[in-house]
Each structure stands twice: as structure tokens, then as C-alpha cells.
């Protein structure tokens, strides 16, 4: 049985406006800041990881879940920087509040459906519209992000999946070649997978629809699509322990596999990730 609820304050992010969809012993938790989903879990385990140490409040960006990276990810390209002004990182989605235009519900599936319209683009005519899609069932969590257009912009779906180590943890198959942001540069590698054992920042083009992250009682399934590029990232020890919303130590307990749409070609969004339930099986 499906289920729909409104709820304020989540956790330590008090005054949140958030919803929360529940089928069968899969739930998520969606706020409108952002259209951020917080949390995904199955009965008491959490597939996705949120900071302790979180903040939204004066325009800062919620750290875990699945933020939304939007028109841009990372720092703002020269090409939509028109005015060659300070522009936030990863763009401007994450930080605003979205609309929520519609929820549906069934027996086997819970969908809230999200609106953002944006008249502050100053490579785009007009204004933009974007759509958000969060769909629940026992066996997935679908996130898609669609926007009118075509015009030129990029998006990623920043996904921070809950490990037991992010040292332990693997995400497979990848392509053996790929842009480290760590060294800026294109580098080689002779395995199709990858490991976090330092400091990860990785982008990697023409990836797969199937992407896998293993650990210890773990096997997970990452469906994407709409997707030209996919990010994995772990902060290491250092870069953790210099921000202020990442607990110490908790940089061991996650690992960011994204599914990007990265190239300025003008193009129509359809961004899509799905996470495969692990615990439980699909119906035949």
C-alpha cells in the first residue's frame, strides 16, 4: 500500500518543508528546497546517506540525499557566465524552492511530480521551465529531471549512496579512461572499476546504462538515462575534515555516484537515475 504525507523538519534541518512517500517497507523522504530527496530506505536501512551535520537554511545546499546540480555542475562555465560574475558551484536548482504540482498515488506506486520556473538565465530568452519526477515502488527509487528547451546547460543527479566504507566500496563498469579532477588530467586506467581508497573526483564520458556499487553487504543497481557523463566522488580525510557539514569521520560512510548530463550542445533535459532496491527481489 502506497502512502503520501506533508511534514515539517527532518532530522536537524528544522522548519524543512518536506514530504514523505511510502510503499510497502520502501520510504522517501522529499523536501521542496531543492527538490531534494533526503531519504531512501527499506524498512530500517538506509540506501542513501545525509549528513548529521546538514544546514539549508540561508541559501546553503543540503549535504547528502540527491542534490540537484542545475544549469551547471561545478563551476560555471565560461560559456553561461555572461557577465563573468561569482556564480555558486554546481548551479542554482539546489538552493531554490521548487512547486509541488502533482502527487499520484496507486497501491504499487507513489509519484511527486515537482515544478521550477526560472527567468534568470542570461544565455536563454525568456524563462525556463523544469520538472522534477520522484517515483517510489517496493522494488526502485526513480528521480528524472526534464526541462523545456532545447538551450545549452548541464545537470547531474549528486547521488550519495550509504556504504559500510567507503574503502571497501567498488563501483562498476566504467570506462578505462577519465577526466581526474584530483591531477586535472585524462588518465588511463588498466581496470574497469572504481575503488575509493583516497580522495575520488571522477568524470567519466559515454558510461553505461547499468552501473553497479558493490561493498560488503551490499550489491546495488544505478539505471541512468538522458545521461552523457557519470561522476563518482568521496572526499577523502582532508577535503572532509575542511568542511563544516561533514562530520568527522562520516566522509568513510558514503560514496556520490552521479548520472550527469555535462555537454553545452543546446538540448531538451531528460535525466534520469534509478536505484534498484537491493532488498528486494522483482516480481517475475
Not at 524552492?97 to 497501491?107: C, G, K, N, Q, V
Not at 575534515?241 to 560512510?253: F, K, L, P, T, V
Request: aromatic share 10%; charged share 15%.
Amino acid at each position: 500500500m502506497a502512502d503520501i504525507r506533508e511534514f515539517k523538519s527532518y532530522g536537524a534541518l528544522l522548519d524543512l518543508p518536506c514530504w514523505e512517500i511510502t510503499v510497502g517497507e520502501s520510504r522517501v523522504v522529499v523536501s521542496s528546497y531543492g527538490a531534494h530527496v533526503l531519504s531512501y530506505q527499506v524498512g530500517t536501512k538506509p540506501i542513501l546517506w545525509l549528513s548529521e551535520t546538514a544546514v539549508w537554511q540561508n541559501g546553503k545546499a543540503i549535504r547528502g540525499g540527491i542534490p540537484i546540480c542545475w544549469p551547471w555542475f561545478g563551476a560555471c562555465p565560461q560559456e553561461l557566465n555572461l557577465d563573468n560574475s561569482a556564480k555558486p558551484n554546481h548551479g542554482i536548482a539546489r538552493t531554490k524552492f521548487w512547486f509541488l504540482a502533482e502527487t499520484i498515488i496507486s497501491d504499487e506506486v507513489a509519484t511527486l511530480i515537482f515544478q521550477l520556473e526560472e527567468q534568470q538565465l542570461p544565455w536563454v530568452i525568456g524563462s525556463v521551465g523544469l520538472k522534477y519526477i520522484v517515483e517510489l515502488t517496493a522494488e526502485s527509487l526513480t528521480v528524472t529531471l526534464q526541462s523545456s528547451g532545447p538551450f545549452a546547460q548541464q545537470a547531474a543527479l549528486h547521488t550519495y549512496f550509504n556504504v559500510e566504507s567507503s574503502e571497501t566500496s567498488r563501483v562498476s563498469p566504467l570506462p578505462n579512461q577519465f577526466y581526474d579532477k584530483t591531477t586535472d588530467s585524462i588518465t588511463t586506467s588498466s581496470i574497469d572499476h572504481c575503488e575509493f581508497k583516497s580522495e575520488i573526483d571522477r568524470i567519466y564520458t559515454n558510461t553505461r546504462d547499468i552501473l553497479n556499487l558493490t561493498g560488503p553487504n551490499l550489491q546495488l543497481e544505478i539505471n541512468q538515462a538522458g545521461h552523457d557523463s557519470s561522476i563518482v566522488w568521496n572526499p577523502g580525510a582532508i577535503k572532509a575534515g575542511q568542511a563544516n557539514d561533514i562530520a568527522s569521520n562520516s566522509w568513510q560512510q558514503f560514496v556520490c555516484v552521479e548520472s550527469a548530463a555535462l555537454s553545452l550542445t543546446p538540448k531538451k533535459l531528460c535525466l534520469s537515475q534509478q536505484i534498484r532496491n537491493p532488498f528486494v527481489k522483482s516480481k517475475p
